[in-house]
């Protein structure tokens, strides 16, 4: 089965860092995928981690452990427009996604 | 955009009917997932298909079929709908069923059953 647990929501304030959070326990684990969700839109991909360690893609990063089921999504010089959901997601094969609840991140001035 | 089409954008319909959702896939896309994302929910896996064939079921209720075409379009089919079905529906595309195949989404229908 797949159990996965982030933070409902996060406040942060324009210009700073934040860092969200999800463990997993997924079985057949074969990566995690992050995506971005803005209220009412579809999601757009943001990054995937196979394996350990840091990716970075310009202000985003996104870190894998898998030996302790806990990946984080890592965003620098917080903008105004980065406030929305941001949903981890492991992958299994066949390219099956499970998604969390989400992190709804509100950026303030 | 992404390249993926959904169609209709809003539905309001009324408890009991039978509501047909299609999706086109973006061009070279293979695979096609269907996902439900309720008021205030998490996005749920429903069905995959890839190349015509069902890969994978999530949680669909017995009351919603899905199919994929020839042509890769799907179209998902709602029925008996009950107030709790009320939610957006989402379409995605990949170009294989390959770990790390990023899954690329529709613009999604809202569907509204009053």
């Known amino acids: 089965g797949q159990n996965i647990d982030q933070p409902t929501e996060m406040t942060a304030t324009e210009g700073a860092i934040v860092q969200i959070n999800c463990t997993y326990q997924?079985?057949?684990?074969?990566?995690l995928f992050w995506y971005q969700q803005h209220a009412g839109e579809a999601p757009t991909f943001l990054s995937y981690?196979?394996?350990?360690g840091l990716e970075e893609k310009g202000r985003f990063s996104s870190f894998l452990s898998r030996s302790k089921g806990y990946s984080y999504l890592l965003l620098k010089e917080l903008q105004m427009k980065d406030s929305a959901s941001y949903l981890c997601?492991?992958?299994?094969?066949?390219?099956?996604?499970?998604f969390g609840g989400g992190t709804r991140l509100m950026v303030k001035p | 955009d992404s390249g993926v089409t959904q169609t209709p954008k809003h539905l309001i319909t009324a408890t009991g009917q039978r509501v047909t959702l299609r999706c086109s896939p973006r061009?070279?896309?293979?695979?096609v997932y269907w996902y439900q994302q309720s008021l205030d929910q998490g996005l749920q896996f429903l069905i995959q298909?890839?190349?015509?064939?069902?890969?994978a079921k999530g949680n669909i209720l017995e009351r919603f079929s899905a199919q994929q075409f020839p042509d890769l379009h799907s179209e998902l089919n709602l029925s008996s709908l009950e107030l709790g079905d009320s939610a957006l529906y989402f379409c995605?595309?990949?170009?294989?069923?390959?770990?790390?195949?990023?899954?690329?989404f529709g613009p999604g229908t809202r569907l509204t059953v009053l």
């Open positions: 981690n196979v394996l350990d």
């Open positions: 298909y890839y190349n015509g064939e069902e890969r």
């Open positions: 997924t079985s057949g684990f074969n990566g």
């Open positions: 061009s070279g896309d293979l695979s």
């Open positions: 995605a595309s990949s170009v294989d069923i390959d770990r790390g195949n990023e899954q690329f």
């Open positions: 997601a492991p992958v299994k094969g066949g390219n099956m996604l499970t």
